[in-house]
């Protein structure tokens, strides 16, 4: 549940910079870029080893608004304009690092074997809510993913889910972020590989319990733990609920889908487990104290 160490998150981020550094001197197209991260390390949920690091990578030409009368751009072909720059892009990384993965659908991976880190850069146009035309806050604004294999785009509002859990987890004082890395390093050391549940399902878990709960103080793990596991419960035994939970960007319904119910029983199995073995400990702890101090 410990947050992962400032030196730690750097080399992340410094790996993902120079990915930027490597594209801005390489590419060739008609077209500017522009570049955001998102991922667990701008929230602070993210765990060791098991944490990738997204580059966001746009189209800085042209957006596509919410509402329109017309087409708003027509010098060029955004479809044709996005598979050049994953074709260029990936072959700049090929050239630059020695482990380039480019089967994704919606971005190539690349891992950087002097900072020990992997990088995902995943390709993207600007999607512009009208409430972002009005505010020109890019808390309002979103991002259209290309899926390179069904030529459809996917929209997506990552800096109101950064924005959002990164105030939650303020308010209750790291709570949120305890309990979404709980649940992150209870799957990644899961005895059965799960394949359902991503890390925006776990966020969106842990986000919707209500704050107090949720808010954290000195010593407060097991309590914390137990919160959760109290919401998963609820989930599995609630349909409706479970279907009715969002996303912290309040666009998605992440747990709508039955095929999530499975994975999370075997999740909340693991998680009570600890619970009782951490109890158990903590209880024998303080017996053993109190018996030397008998002495």
């Known amino acids: 549940m410990k947050p992962i160490g400032t030196k730690y998150n750097a080399k992340t981020i410094q790996a993902a910079e120079n990915v930027q550094s490597h594209l801005e001197r390489g590419l060739k197209v008609h077209f500017d870029r522009a570049y955001r991260t998102q991922g667990s390390v701008r929230t602070n949920t993210n765990i060791r080893v098991h944490s990738d ?49 480019d089967s994704g659908d919606k971005c190539i991976s690349i891992e950087n074997k002097h900072l020990n880190r992997k990088v995902d850069i995943v390709f993207a146009y600007w999607y512009n809510s ?87 103080t000195i010593g407060d793990e097991i309590r914390i733990a137990r919160v959760v596991s109290e919401q998963m419960g609820k989930l599995i ?30 999740l909340k199995g693991d998680l009570d487990t600890l619970i009782e073995d951490a109890s158990k400990d903590l209880y024998k702890s303080h017996t053993l104290q109190r018996t030397l101090l008998s002495y």
Do not use: W
């Not at 304009?81 to 700049?92: G, S, V, Y």
């Not at 960007?249 to 075997?266: A, F, H, Q, R």
């Open 53 to 101: 690091f997204d580059l966001l990578t746009i189209i800085d030409k042209y957006f596509y608004p919410q509402t329109s009368t017309r087409n708003v751009y027509t010098e060029s072909d955004p479809d044709a304009d996005i598979e050049e720059l994953r074709k260029q892009a990936t072959a700049i990384m090929k050239f630059q690092y020695d482990t380039v993965d």
């Open 130 to 216: 009208d409430k972002y035309q009005e505010l020109r806050d890019e808390f309002y604004r979103g991002v259209y993913l290309y899926s390179f294999k069904k030529k459809t785009k996917h929209r997506d509002f990552p800096f109101a889910t950064i924005h959002n859990v990164n105030v939650k987890g303020d308010t209750t004082n790291d709570g949120l972020r305890k309990g979404v890395r709980l649940l992150k390093n209870l799957r990644a050391n899961s005895d059965v590989e799960l394949k359902v549940l991503k890390s925006f399902q776990l966020n969106s878990i842990v986000y919707a319990i209500d704050n107090t709960p949720l808010t954290y």
């Open 237 to 266: 035994d609630n349909p409706t609920y479970r279907k009715s939970i969002s996303s912290p960007n309040g666009v998605e319904k992440p747990l709508y889908d039955d095929n999530t119910v499975p994975e999370l029983i075997l």
